[in-house]
């Protein structure tokens, strides 16, 4: 493990003004968000949609990384060229999804575990060599009536720490992502109180299994009232609970925090990341690494058709740039287009 080289890739992604794109969805989920826009999943589909994504002209201003799924990572542009390459040449680094999915915990009725650890280490060198220089693994915390317990937190700090330790030794970065769930009623209070005792988990496995901090980037959900509760917290209530949370469990040594969106509209978790970044310096870069957030609006101007392939990219590189002007607290929702 190089542990200078490790630093420098974590540090890089969170450079002034950048962020991350999460394009890791599952072969389920990208069929979710195909449907929604009546697009076959077809494999195809899939690499046209990727393509216009990663060629958007102008974007590295704004994006230092991209997730990329297990099929994404040996596709190539239209032109023959390896996605990596395309993304290399920009300066924009490749990441790569290395878990396996949240599935059912066994005797946790509602409660998820992350899988992929068999058979992880021998998979990370192919990574490697295919040009990946970080990777991502995501946990997934559901807060509802008696859940989550604190046997499912610790099993999935264990695996995300697990999952850590054989990055670094495979020269990858980790991103490390324990999402606690906006879907329920719960209060922004419960969130916030389940988002400490998990991320305190998750610090005290890294730890425990001696991760160099400095050579991970953390991926948390902002604290943010559940979907369902009447009492849905402002902007700058989301921004004072998230850092609040932050800067009692999580050690400054983590090179960065770059949060997931989480099913927030693309206006609010822009406005988030801009009002948390307003509030001053804080001893980490706070970005993102939003999938929604940033494709929303891209598949919805897209639609499957190669005729709206340039206001797709228009629709990439507007998100990308208001989430850039979030990274130093400079955005407004006057910047949005005319609806
Ligand atoms: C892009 O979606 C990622 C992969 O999800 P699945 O494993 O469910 O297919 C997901 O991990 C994503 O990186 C994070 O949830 C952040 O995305 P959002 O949309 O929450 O910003």
């Known amino acids: 493990m190089n542990v200078g080289e490790l630093e420098a890739v974590a540090r890089s992604l969170v450079a002034p003004g950048k962020g991350i794109l999460a394009a890791d969805e599952s072969a389920p989920t990208i069929e979710k968000r195909f449907k929604a826009i009546d697009v076959p999943s077809t494999e195809e589909n899939r690499r046209a949609y990727r393509d216009l994504l990663f060629t958007t002209p102008g974007v590295s201003e704004f994006i230092s990384g991209v997730i990329l799924y297990d099929e994404t990572i040996r596709q190539r542009a239209a032109d023959g060229t390896p996605f990596t390459k395309v993304l290399e040449r920009q300066g924009i680094v490749p990441g790569i999804k290395v878990d396996e999915g949240a599935k059912a915990l ?7 575990i992350a899988e992929g650890l068999d058979g992880l280490r021998g998979r990370l060198p192919e990574y490697r060599t295919l040009g ?19 046997y499912c937190i610790q099993a999935n700090a264990h695996a995300l720490a697990r999952y850590a330790a054989l990055c670094q030794e495979a020269g990858l970065v980790p991103i490390v992502e324990p999402e606690v769930l906006m879907d329920g009623n719960h209060t922004i209070e419960r969130c916030e109180e389940v988002t400490t005792e998990v991320l305190s988990l998750v610090y005290a496995e890294l730890t425990a299994h001696r991760v160099v901090l400095e050579g991970t980037l953390l991926k948390p959900n902002m604290v943010v009232s559940g979907k369902g509760c009447p009492d849905q917290a402002g902007a700058s209530r989301v921004a004072e609970a998230t850092v609040r949370t932050l800067y009692r469990v999580v050690p400054p040594a983590v090179s960065g925090i770059v949060f ?28 993102f690494s939003y999938g929604r957030a940033l494709q929303d609006p891209v598949l919805k101007a897209w639609k499957g058709k190669a005729a709206n392939v340039p206001a ?14 979030a990274r130093f607290g400079r955005y407004s929702t006057s910047m949005e287009p005319a609806a």
């Open 312 to 325: 797709a990219k228009e629709a990439f590189f507007l998100r990308s740039k208001l989430n850039g002007a």
């Open 106 to 112: 066994i005797g946790f009725p509602g409660e998820k």
């Open 132 to 150: 990946a220089r970080f990777a991502k693994w995501r946990a997934v915390i559901d807060i509802g009536a008696g859940i989550p317990t604190r």
């Open 260 to 287: 997931l969106s989480g099913g927030q509209t693309p206006r609010q978790a822009t406005e988030h990341l801009s009002v948390m970044n307003a509030l001053g310096k804080h001893p980490w870069e706070l970005s």
